[in-house]
């Protein structure tokens, strides 16, 4: 995927009216201090798209951005080629490629679980997130952030039974990937899975912000849901 543009559009607070849903949605959502910012910055190929703070709960709204990227898919044969079945699949196969064009909308969702706050600002944080969730939308898929170093809590637990709630089987993003020995990635994956009760085919990634790591699988799992 390259990025051609990306730009913030609107951001909704606890009492904004969600913006009409037009463009296809991918949505982010993961605990205060997971990487989410970072993780937006590096897919987007921006430094300062999404506002990265030094303490955490920094994402306190809905922020809508507005993507336009190249995305390869697999080219059209030519009429003579003498590929009559199927010829998507004969086409990727043989490695033809053709770059679209696609613009959707990423949305960055506040993070939950952050301490420092009061219930009540946690419990407005937490039903901006599910009415964002339980909107009419053109969502496509929600990613859900968690930290690869640290079994899923509570609160993930909850998020991840939302997203299932709503619809949508996440997409789970294991981030700071560069925090734990290479031979421990797999062993920490598996303790997010079952910590999540996750089906074991369901998709999960390691992802570095800080090395790039994971970048091309996640941005790869996004163009398929476009």
Not at 30 to 57: C, D, H, W, Y
């Amino acid at each position: 995927m390259k990025i051609r543009s990306a730009e913030l559009k609107t951001v909704c607070g606890y009492t904004s009216t969600l913006p009409e849903s037009v463009l296809p949605e991918i949505a982010f959502a993961g605990r205060s201090n997971v990487g989410k910012s970072s993780l937006i910055n590096a897919l987007m190929q921006r430094k300062r798209l999404a506002r990265v703070g030094e303490t955490p709960g920094k994402t306190r709204t809905i922020n809508f951005y507005e993507i336009d990227a190249l995305i390869k898919r697999p080219a059209a044969m030519p009429a003579d080629s003498g590929l009559t079945e199927d010829f998507s699949a004969q086409a990727k196969e043989s490695g033809r490629q053709a770059e679209e064009s696609v613009v959707f909308q990423l949305v960055d969702l506040p993070g939950y679980g952050y301490a420092n706050v009061s219930l009540d600002e946690k419990a407005r944080w937490g039903k901006m997130i599910e009415r964002y969730l339980k909107a009419d939308r053109q969502l496509r898929a929600v990613f859900l952030l968690l930290d690869i170093r640290h079994e899923p809590n509570a609160n993930d637990r909850q998020m991840y039974d939302w997203i299932l709630g709503s619809g949508y089987t996440p997409v789970l993003i294991a981030t700071k990937a560069d925090k734990v020995k290479k031979s421990k990635i797999n062993g920490q994956l598996k303790v997010i899975r079952e910590g999540l009760k996750a089906p074991k085919g369901s998709i999960l990634l390691p992802f570095s912000a800080q090395t790039g790591s994971g970048r091309e699988e996640i941005c790869a799992q996004i163009g398929t849901l476009l």
